[in-house]
């Protein structure tokens, strides 16, 4: 057997120890661990079989190693820890030459080892990203471990734990769509967020209070890698606004702190909670978005092509992704109290636009009327309309409701 042969055998091996069949980094689960747990095939079968699969199973599998820091990773890390090559050394599990001192390092370390020794004070607030959340996220979340060791200390000093932040964002204009240099103010003890349209203003254009905010990463919408779009109530209405950093750090740094202001108040508000509690309240993705042709109350208007974003039961559309506010919006209640959703439209409907696939919301006070590009499209919002529906509401729901019919 070469020597070859014998580190693959190893590393083989050194795979079974639990969590490292899962990416150190991003937690995606190879798909050959997929296979096994969805098939009920004992690890060392399929890996006898090993050779029967092609190299790049996907993305997600961790079929890589950092022979320096002792963890497996997917693809998509394994393209990030190459960045910071005089901290992280990456190998293919498969492609690449072992010498006999690497294979043992990765096995008496791992990723369950690793994980104990970077991420030992990982702060609540802070968001860890899966394997679908984009690149900006993931990569400050591996140079947060990895290079700057921010979590392997307890009771280090963090950035985001700043009782106030301060810094400039470029952010969209709501009516030009130029992306301009506003200065932003984070405060904790004021429990809000200000934006100046010139730095040395002395009253903001607005005050964002941090109960309202969300803020999820936006790339491709906003056509910008470090994309953040931050949304929060204004009037009873959702306001958005989109900005970026050219550094990555620092956009993911402002996400961070926003979550740790949130969380601080949350704990204020709401004394009795815990922090587990607490920490699915902070900010969140949103549930689905994507276009769909609408119709108007009396449905005999033409159907208009329209963005939808779907966050929580809040379903709003814009004409255009990038507006400040939704044109309207639908709330999805519960089955029990009259809500459903079903597909395909009424009889007579007449369905003047390009698109033929139905679906039709009823609310206790109205129909809606969408029509979707594709079968599946329509499918899939089906799927998230009625996982909301089939949820029991929460007070804060039923104070929405009451919030949005107070305002139409």
């Known amino acids: 057997m070469s020597t070859n042969e014998r580190a693959t055998r190893a590393l083989k091996e050194i795979l079974q120890k639990p969590g490292n069949d899962v990416c150190a980094d991003c937690g995606a ?3 050959l661990s997929e296979l096994w747990s969805n098939m009920s ?17 996907g993305s997600t599998d961790p079929g890589w190693g950092s022979c320096s820091l002792g963890v497996f990773i997917c693809l998509d890390c ?7 090559p005089e901290i992280s050394k990456v190998k293919s599990l498969r492609l690449s030459h072992w010498e006999d001192q690497e294979v043992q390092f990765m096995a008496e370390n791992g990723n369950e080892l690793m994980k104990a020794k970077y991420e030992a004070d990982v702060p609540v607030y802070y968001y860890k990203p899966t394997h679908k959340d984009c690149q900006v996220l993931r990569e400050q979340w591996i140079r947060a471990k990895y290079e700057r060791k921010e979590f392997s200390k307890p009771g280090k000093s963090l950035t985001y734990e700043s009782e106030t932040r301060e810094g400039t964002l470029m952010k969209r204009g709501r009516d030009n769509g130029q992306f301009l240099n506003r200065r932003f103010v984070l405060s904790e003890r004021e429990g809000n967020l200000k934006y100046y349209t010139k730095y040395d203003a002395k ?3 607005a005050v964002i209070k941090v109960d309202t ?5 936006q790339p491709e919408k906003i056509g910008n890698p470090n994309g953040l779009q931050i949304t929060y109530l204004k009037d009873y209405s959702t306001r958005n606004i989109f900005v970026y950093h050219d550094s990555g750090k620092e956009i ?3 996400f961070n702190s926003i979550r740790a202001v949130q969380l601080q108040y949350l704990r204020v508000a709401f004394p009795g909670a815990t922090d587990a509690e607490l920490v699915p309240k902070l900010t969140r993705n949103f549930v689905k978005e994507g276009y769909m042709e609408k119709t108007g109350p009396r449905q005999t208007e033409g159907f208009k092509k329209r963005w939808f974003t779907l966050d929580q039961r809040r379903l709003m559309y814009f004409k255009d992704p990038l507006d400040a506010f939704a044109k309207g919006e639908v709330f999805l209640g519960n089955n029990d109290n009259h809500y459903s959703a079903s597909a395909g439209l009424p009889p ?9 696939y139905g ?12 029509t979707c590009e594709t079968e599946s499209d329509q499918l899939d919002w089906l799927k998230h309309f009625k996982n909301v529906m089939n949820t029991q509401m929460s007070p804060q729901d039923y104070t929405m409701e009451a919030l949005l019919k107070h305002r139409h």
Do not use: M, Y
């Not at 079989?49 to 199973?57: A, I, K, S, V």
């Not at 905010?213 to 990463?217: D, P």
């Open 348 to 356: 007579g409907t007449h369905c003047n636009g390009a698109w033929q």
């Open 41 to 57: 095939i004992k690890i060392h079968d399929l890996f006898s079989h090993l050779d029967r699969f092609p190299e790049n199973l």
């Open 78 to 84: 394994s393209g990030i820890h190459r960045n910071i």
């Open 252 to 254: 993911v740094d402002w």
């Open 213 to 217: 905010i969300n803020a999820t990463f």
């Open 29 to 31: 689960l190879g798909q």
């Open 359 to 370: 679906i039709t919301i009823e609310t206790p006070d109205r129909s809606f009327l969408f």
């Open 203 to 205: 009253e903001p254009k």
